[in-house]
């Protein structure tokens, strides 16, 4: 299996910009997740799927973020408008469980620098 | 919520021990641990579920306490490829798939 799969690998883009970020999870795992990382904040959840159902978005941080799921090989989290505070690595996760019972594998992340 | 991790950094000669920890004010259900190398994604270490034994695999093996909700990573003989920096992730329950991260340990291994 190839893993995770996330695209793009860096992004840069203008204030004010959408930004989409995509994600391909290991096929057959059914939990998928989406962190934020950053120095001052470390790593963290934003939103997680089971079965492509959304079960906790409290991660978001606001309303210019949103995540889909339409279907098990497919994700994206989009920005819009982008702000320069969005910028950092976003990672995708996924697991074949709900995720405390087993090992999430990550994918390699989209650095996303917002200037 | 997010578990407290200590120390911040350390800094080793290769063939010496380290021990991380992670603390959490809230009763866990596991704690998860990885290892991020600069500039690659997480990598899955181990996971310590609620009620079950120390885990390890070859020299990195980690504990978990319940009671005091406290988790340890041992890092024996450690060798170059153990630099990195060290996360735990911690789940409050077994339905949730929410992890708490901390803020991380950053390990260095000298020759």
């Known amino acids: 299996d190839a893993g995770v799969i996330q695209s793009p690998r860096h992004e840069v883009t203008e204030m004010g910009q959408e930004v989409t970020l995509r994600c391909k999870p290991i096929?057959?795992?059914?939990?998928l997740f989406w962190y934020r990382q950053t120095m001052m904040r470390g790593l963290e959840l934003l939103i997680y799927f089971n079965n492509n159902v959304p079960i906790d978005d409290s991660g978001m941080p606001e309303d210019r973020f949103s995540a889909k799921m339409p279907n098990a090989s497919f994700s994206t989290l989009k920005i819009q408008p982008s702000e320069p505070r969005d910028s950092a690595v976003y990672f995708c996760a996924s697991s074949s469980l709900q995720g405390s019972d087993t090992e999430a594998f990550f994918g390699q992340g989209t650095r996303l620098t917002v200037v | 919520q997010q578990p407290v991790q200590s120390p911040q950094a350390v800094i080793l000669r290769e063939g010496e021990d380290a021990v991380i920890n992670c603390s959490s004010s809230?009763?866990?259900?596991?704690v998860h641990w990885y290892r991020q190398k600069h500039g690659e994604a997480p990598v899955f270490l181990m996971i310590l579920l609620k009620g079950g034994e120390q885990k390890g695999h070859d020299k990195i093996s980690a504990s978990f306490n319940e009671k005091k909700q406290q988790s340890s990573l041992y890092l024996t003989a450690s060798q170059l490829s153990y630099s990195g920096t060290y996360f735990c992730g911690t789940a409050r329950g077994s339905t949730l798939g929410r992890l708490y991260f901390g803020r991380g340990t950053q390990l260095t291994v000298w020759p």
């Open positions: 096929s057959g795992h059914n939990s």
């Open positions: 809230k009763a866990l259900y596991s």
